[in-house]
């Protein structure tokens, strides 16, 4: 079946420094990608929609400075965090859709395994 | 906006018992799916099972069956026979239909923790 799957797994980085996530669909092309932040025993939150080929659709909050993201590909979207603080800490979450199978007939929304960042 | 809410923070239940996980929501939407994710510590999520809004026939997958009541804004997830592996949190989700082929991402509500002990 379609796989989404995001890399690193696992990043630790120093306050002041960015840091890289990325979200490859493996085996269909996602024109559309979404980027999700979970606290601790919390939800998960929508931080921005990635469409490829143009610019994020942030949520209301979300620091578009701060969360870069680019969808340069069709089977890739990155964010980015920049100057990181603690704060920032958190589990990143990816998800896409497989445009290949109509909705109604079938789930067609894959997620990432997840990127924990945590910030020294 | 849409709002997603579950009001169980935690529920704990006996293994082959069954138990029904609340979730409410408010939309203007007439139309719109409505998912049950599973999240175990792997983090990795699940999807447990799906409704579409304009289906008046409620979902079930094997264990899993939703009560779906649209004018109550109400769509309740039981497990039926309850396994050791059903242990996870356990998020209900809403998400808008698909406009112009578009598609948008998904409204959580805070998640309930079920812990079924052996």
């Known amino acids: 079946g379609a796989v989404v799957s995001q890399h690193p797994s696992w990043v630790i980085c120093k306050s002041g420094t960015s840091v890289k996530i990325e979200c490859r669909s493996l085996?269909?092309?996602?024109?559309?990608m979404f980027w999700y932040r979970q606290f601790p025993k919390q939800s998960l939150m929508l931080m921005a929609t990635?469409?490829?080929?143009?610019?994020?659709?942030?949520e209301q909050g979300v620091e578009k400075d701060k969360f870069l993201i680019n969808h340069a590909s069709l089977t890739l979207s990155t964010l980015t965090v920049t100057s990181a603080h603690p704060e920032d800490s958190s589990f990143y979450i990816c998800?896409?859709?497989?445009?290949?199978?109509?909705?109604?007939?079938?789930?067609?929304?894959?997620f990432g395994e997840g990127s924990w960042l945590t910030v020294v | 906006a849409q709002t997603v809410t579950q009001s169980q923070p935690e529920m704990s239940v006996q293994e082959a018992e069954t138990v029904t996980l609340s979730c409410t929501y408010d939309?203007?939407?007439?139309?719109?799916?409505l998912f049950w994710y599973k999240q175990p510590p792997s983090r990795q999520m699940i999807l447990v099972i799906r409704?579409?809004?304009?289906?008046?026939q409620n979902a079930t997958e094997n264990r899993f069956s939703v009560n779906f009541q649209k004018a109550a804004k109400s769509f309740s997830l039981k497990i039926s026979d309850s396994q050791l592996g059903d242990t996870a949190m356990y998020f209900c989700?809403?998400?808008?239909?698909?406009?112009?082929?578009?598609?948008?991402?998904?409204?959580f509500g805070k998640g309930t923790h079920l812990i079924i002990q052996p």
């Open positions: 990635s469409n490829e080929g143009s610019k994020a659709t942030y």
């Open positions: 939309t203007s939407e007439n139309n719109y799916y």
């Open positions: 409704q579409e809004a304009y289906k008046q």
């Open positions: 998800s896409a859709r497989d445009p290949r199978v109509r909705f109604f007939s079938g789930n067609t929304i894959y």
């Open positions: 989700a809403f998400m808008k239909p698909e406009r112009g082929g578009g598609a948008d991402g998904l409204t």
């Open positions: 085996d269909f092309q996602a024109t559309t």
